[in-house]
Nanobody, 124 residues
Framework: QVQLVESGGGLVQAGGSLRLSCTSS????????MGWFRQPPGKEREFVAG????????DYADSVQGRFTISRDNTKNTVYLRMNSLKPEDTAVYYC?????????????????WGQGTQVTVSS
């Protein structure tokens, strides 16, 4: 069983930055590809960024490409999402998720484990 706990959300002005963290309690963190998703108010959950099991490859949604960076530290069982140049439309609950295997998935139902989410609010 894998438990994921996100942290680092908050309120920030447009143009600002935040770094989200997601820590896993499992001992097999390095065998999972990891993803960040977000769910804006009244909308469906959407893919933001993903990273392979060893950090060797990443993928981003077009809307965050060039502004967000996903990374992981398998020695700390943690995946990060650095968010720069934040916009009001980035406001959402952000979730991290784990999928067994090596490669990034972009469809939420393909993921095996989810965190509880952390709120990110960007004011204009």
């Amino acid at each position: 069983q894998v438990q994921l706990v996100e942290s680092g959300g908050g309120l920030v002005q447009a143009g600002g930055s935040l770094r989200l963290s997601c820590t896993s309690s499992g001992r097999t963190f390095g065998t999972y590809a990891m993803g960040w998703f977000r769910q804006p108010p009244g909308k469906e959950r959407e893919f933001v960024a993903g990273i392979t099991w060893n950090g060797g490859s990443t993928d981003y949604a077009d809307s965050v490409q060039g502004r967000f960076t996903i990374s992981r530290d398998n020695t700390k069982n943690t995946v990060y999402l650095r968010m720069n140049s934040l916009k009001p439309e980035d406001t959402a609950v952000y979730y991290c998720a784990a999928v067994a295997g090596l490669w990034v998935k972009i469809v939420p139902k393909q993921y095996d484990y989810w965190g509880q989410g952390t709120q990110v609010t960007v004011s204009s």
